[in-house]
C-alpha cells in the first residue's frame, strides 16, 4: 500500500525558512515523479514544484527563485526547502506522487502559516 507521509511545516514569520519532507511507502519512488502542491485559505490548488524521476524540477513562477524541490531516493524522500517566505505562502502543503502526468497518490496535507 502506497503512502506519503508529510512533515516540516509550521509557523514562520516572514521571510523565514521551512524545509518539508514527504517519505512514501510502497514501490513507487523509481516509478513516479514527485511534487508538492498547496491550497491557500481561498482553497485554490496550485501545484508548487515537481522533480522528475531523473532530477528535473520545474517549479511555479510565484516561488522560483526562493522554493527549491529535491529527492533522495535511497531514502525514498522528497523535500521542499522553502526560503524567503511571504504572507502569501500560507497553505496546506501536500506531497503528490505523479505517473504519467496524473497525480496517482496524495499526502494527508501539512500546514504552512506565515506571519507578517
Known amino acids: 500500500q502506497v503512502q506519503l507521509m508529510e512533515s516540516g511545516g509550521g509557523l514562520v514569520q516572514a521571510g523565514g525558512s521551512l524545509r518539508l519532507s514527504c517519505t512514501a511507502t510502497?514501490?513507487?519512488?523509481?516509478?513516479?515523479?514527485m511534487g508538492w502542491y498547496r491550497e491557500g485559505p481561498a482553497k485554490q490548488r496550485e501545484r508548487v514544484a515537481l522533480i522528475s524521476r531523473t532530477g528535473s524540477t520545474d517549479y511555479a513562477g510565484s516561488v522560483k527563485g526562493r522554493f527549491t524541490i529535491s529527492r533522495d531516493n535511497a531514502k525514498n524522500t522528497v523535500y521542499l526547502q522553502m526560503d524567503d517566505l511571504k504572507v502569501e505562502d500560507t497553505a496546506d502543503y501536500f506531497c503528490?506522487?505523479?505517473?504519467?502526468?496524473?497525480?496517482?497518490?496524495w499526502g494527508q496535507g501539512t500546514q504552512v502559516t506565515v506571519s507578517s
Open positions: 510502497g514501490d513507487i519512488f523509481y516509478t513516479h515523479d
Open positions: 503528490v506522487a505523479r505517473y504519467l502526468g496524473t497525480a496517482d497518490y
